[in-house]
């Protein structure tokens, strides 16, 4: 097997990039400065431009740097609590409109893809979300029910032999499929978003950290790491790498770890004997694994959380490598090519959060499933901003819950990390 070397950096990056200068903000008080160059600031960007709003979008790396460019990919319509917690906690009714906003958001997504002309590798097969056991199988039948009758939604269940012919693996016991969701290549993605913001007369500044934020008599002023910036409205669109920017946010969104691989390149037939239906995976363990083809068929990507502990990146190639392994043990010798890790961003109740703070608008919270949903609550937010129509969402009324225990780093993970690892140990 010919050597790749390591790549600490993610696969989506590769040969993509957005061409704006390393430049200083303009010397002016803008309309509207967004805080994050990933896909919420950028939809929100391109809806408030389009407004005709002087919009300016700081990022502190590169666009993308965050989770917009370290995801799988997965362009879904779930959300991350089940739709029986939900009903249960907040009722049939109110369930059944936060999850229709997991629709909305995608067909949003591919909507804006195809009204923008963004290139990047879009794809609508389906997705499939193994059952590790029996048991889970047997739940997400009852999951699939509920979502048919509550919503109407038209899934299936399939058993392992049905499985067998999308997906090569002796580790599942069947799946519940989706027939129209997909992926995309998150990397193509931003830019091509960032590419339709400067159209719309958006100015962008990449390389520029926000350190610190002060509210002023006509609105806020920022310190950046290229000098004060000045605004009369802003918005945060950090998700998970918030840091220190603003003390009520810190202290209610959790940021959790994700890693993923790209192994090298394999002769794509390879790849298409292993994910014969070229979907996108979700399986079901509670430590899960995430993969699936890249665009190109040449690669399999794996991500999810290898350690509980810290661990040097090359280790947890290793992990990651291992588990694509487990599921695939009659894989081609390969060896992972790219390895990269970033946040991903909880509230207390697991759900999308939008709104405002001390005058501050915001939209965060994803949960791992924000691909369609960050860009969906961008554009949400502009419009609240923008005062318009159309601006309401089912999570606008959600308590933004915070815990006397959280200081804003989430020392209780390795706790809840162990008790994941026995459930799957067991099958619970």
């Not at 949003?108 to 990047?120: F, K, P």
């Not at 970033?342 to 697991?350: D, H, I, M, P, R």
């Amino acid at each position: 097997m010919p050597h790749h070397p390591l790549n600490e950096f993610p696969y989506w990056w590769e040969g993509v990039s957005h061409p704006t200068a390393d430049i200083s903000p303009e010397e002016k008080v803008w309309d509207i400065v967004i805080i994050g160059g990933g896909f919420t600031g950028l939809h929100a960007a391109i809806t408030l431009a389009s407004s005709g709003q002087d919009t300016l979008v700081l990022e502190a790396g590169r666009i993308g740097q965050g989770a917009s460019g370290r995801n799988g990919g997965m362009l879904g319509n779930l959300l991350i609590p089940g739709l029986d917690e939900l009903v249960e906690k907040y009722g049939a009714a109110k369930a059944a409109a936060l999850y229709r906003e997991g629709e909305a958001a995608f067909k949003y997504t591919v909507n804006q893809i195809d009204a923008m002309g963004i290139e990047c590798d879009l794809a609508t097969p389906g997705r499939l979300f193994p059952a590790a056991t029996s048991k889970h199988l047997e739940q997400q039948k009852k999951s699939v029910e509920m979502r048919h009758r509550l919503l109407g939604r038209e899934e299936a269940v399939i058993d392992k032999a049905e499985l067998a012919a999308e997906l090569n693996s002796p580790l599942y016991y069947g799946a519940f499929a989706q027939f129209d969701t997909g992926s995309l290549h998150p990397g193509k993605y931003a830019a091509g978003l960032a590419k339709g913001a400067e159209k719309e007369g958006a100015r962008i500044v990449q390389n520029c950290r926000a350190d610190r934020i002060k509210r002023t008599l006509s609105g806020f002023e920022i310190e950046t790491s290229k000098g004060w910036v000045r605004c009369r409205q802003l918005i945060m669109a950090t998700n998970g790498y918030h840091e220190f920017l603003h003390p009520s946010f810190f202290h209610r969104i959790i940021p959790i770890a994700s890693s993923m691989i790209a192994t090298a390149e394999m002769d794509p037939s390879e790849v298409t004997l292993l994910i014969p239906s070229q979907k996108s995976m979700s399986d079901s363990y509670k430590i899960l694994n995430y993969f699936r083809p890249s665009p190109d068929g040449k690669r399999l990507l794996i991500g999810g959380r290898p350690s509980i502990f810290k661990t040097p990146l090359t280790k947890q190639a290793d992990i990651l490598l291992a588990r694509l392994k487990s599921i695939f043990p009659t894989m081609p010798e390969t060896s992972a090519e790219y390895v990269w890790t970033g946040n991903v961003a909880y509230g207390f109740n697991s759900l999308p959060h939008i709104g405002q703070m001390d005058g501050i608008y915001f939209a965060s919270g994803y949960g791992g499933s924000g691909v369609a949903m960050s860009g969906y609550l961008g554009q949400k937010i502009a419009l609240k901003m923008l005062e318009k129509g159309g601006a309401d969402t089912a999570f606008d009324d959600l308590p933004f819950e915070t815990r006397f225990y959280y200081n804003g780093q989430p020392w209780f993970l390795p706790l809840a990390m162990i008790g994941y690892k026995l459930k799957d140990k067991f099958g619970i």
